[in-house]
């Protein structure tokens, strides 16, 4: 059984009393409720005797339910992991780079919705990452914090955006290595299920990002691994990746290298048809809805109608869609992926999210106006680092294929750069790595067992002996070697 399949029927809801467990924060009672739903013989009349000629058919569970319960259970498992800290820990946690930051100011924090909490087991717990996540979208926390945030980054990318308008297109040569190792834990808890099992040594699996094939990409090496792959997934994977199957009777770091061109052609999606135009998939399959987060909801709807209300091209729609998103939608680190519900509803109604998140809100009102669009990740790798993000592409039929990067656009909003931010309209920078080029895809041989991330594979994903981790239990790091401009 591929676990990560159950997913697909998440939008089948659970029953009324157990979420409402869920919404209290109830989460054991709640997984409790699910076992005992998982047992029941749907089969045996409710009303009658179970011989009844009506439900000589009826399933003894549905199919659809069954699914959307295990994937809840699972969900349920994951949440408390990155809600950790109490108040008190959370103001601590501040205080250790702040001294003089208050509690008063944490809850005015709350208040303004710049810190994410959920009720854990009838207590309020806080996001692992909010002071990670201040950092990043507050200049004052992170000058208070003592680190002033850089604006070498910006500088780069607004170069490299003149660039492009000025010679049509940049390309950078650039060398990244992933290098992915479980947590000591993670690693003895699986030696004591091989010994249990029998075996001498723990099975594990894992997979690492690849530079994939796409227009954007050419003259992708492999430069080294840290030992033979058993499989390299084909050039154009929707989640290329490299894999791994090993017996470990000690733990073991798992790394890999790549050198890559990657190639940032300049467009103007309100101007003329231009002379570089991109094919890449086939419009016509980017338009449909993808079940559970890329669905077309009554807000959805409503608000695309709105915002595109009276535009007369779907050029127009698309940036009247994309100045939504990089004018109203915060930028805020997220919990895991795995725990989220109708990512781009969310987004829309919260107007928070990442780059993943703001991404697929684009992809899916894109779609709802009509205009093809797919979601795309990987890696911002230059010109300082690297690290995971995510971005979308929209086509029209006179231009082909283009870009929209909603958070490098927000980004530059909250800069005060209007020339920037409109140029993440139609167009990325070459610090780039594409990895995947599909939402929800499988890997390459597909993990069966939970993923830490079901949707993306941008860090890497690692099964021991027969349980997948999840992405508190193991460690990627991605380093950005080597860059060059051409």
Request: a negative charge; proline letters at 6%; one cysteine or more.
């Amino acid at each position: 059984m591929n676990w990560n399949e159950t997913l697909h029927s998440l939008n089948v809801g659970l029953p009324e009393d157990i979420a409402r467990l869920k919404a209290a924060g109830c989460y054991r009672e709640a997984a409790a409720r699910i076992d005992e739903r998982l047992a029941e013989n749907w089969a045996a009349a409710a009303n009658g005797p179970a011989a009844d000629p009506c439900t000589e058919n009826a399933p003894a569970l549905p199919a659809a339910m069954k699914n959307c319960l295990l994937a809840e259970r699972e969900i349920l498992r994951r949440i408390p992991a990155d809600y950790p800290f109490t108040e008190a820990q959370a103001v601590r946690r501040v205080q250790e780079h702040i001294p003089n930051f208050t509690q008063r100011e944490f809850r005015g924090m709350v208040a303004a919705n710049r810190i994410d909490w959920r009720f854990i087991e009838g207590e309020r717990r806080y996001f692992r990452r909010f002071y990670e996540s201040l950092l990043y979208t507050d200049p004052a926390f992170a000058a208070r914090a003592g680190k002033p945030q850089s604006d070498e980054t910006h500088k780069a990318r607004r170069a490299a955006a003149r660039t492009m308008r000025e010679k049509g297109s940049l390309t950078a040569r650039i060398t990244v290595r992933f290098t992915l190792r479980a947590d000591e834990k993670a690693f003895e808890d699986a030696k004591l299920r091989a010994i249990v099992a029998g075996h001498s040594a723990v099975t594990a699996k894992v997979w690492l990002p690849m530079p994939a094939a796409c227009p954007a990409q050419s003259e992708i090496e492999a430069l080294g691994f840290s030992a033979p792959p058993q499989s390299v997934a084909p050039a154009d994977a929707p989640q290329r990746t490299v894999y791994w199957e090993k017996a470990l009777t000690e733990n073991e770091t798992f790394t890999a290298e790549y050198r890559y061109c990657s190639t940032a052609l300049y467009h103007d999606p309100l101007a003329a048809a231009s002379a570089a135009r991109v094919e890449f998939l086939a419009p016509e399959t980017c338009l449909g809805e993808q079940a559970p987060h890329l669905v077309f909801t009554p807000y959805l709807r409503a608000l695309t109608a709105e915002v595109t209300a009276g535009a007369p091209t779907d050029a127009k729609k698309a940036q009247r869609i994309y100045d939504w998103i990089t004018r109203q939608v915060q930028y805020r680190y997220m919990p895991s992926y795995f725990t989220l519900e109708a990512i781009p509803d969310a987004c829309a109604r919260d107007r928070r999210g990442d780059c993943g998140v703001q991404a697929l809100t684009f992809v899916t009102m894109c779609r709802i106006a009509g205009i093809p669009a797919v979601w795309q990740s990987g890696l911002m790798a230059g010109p300082h680092e690297a690290g995971c993000h995510d971005w979308a592409m929209f086509y029209l039929a006179d231009q082909g294929w283009m870009y929209a990067d909603c958070s490098f656009g927000g980004g530059a909003a909250r800069a005060g750069d209007e020339a920037l931010r409109r140029h993440y309209f139609g167009n990325l920078d070459p610090y780039r790595m594409v990895a995947n080029r599909a939402f929800e895809a499988p890997l390459t041989p597909p993990k069966t067992s939970w993923r830490a991330d079901p949707y993306d594979n941008q860090g890497g994903e690692i099964e021991l002996e027969g349980v997948g981790l999840t992405g508190q239990m193991y460690d990627t790091e991605i380093e950005l070697v080597k860059l060059e401009l051409l």
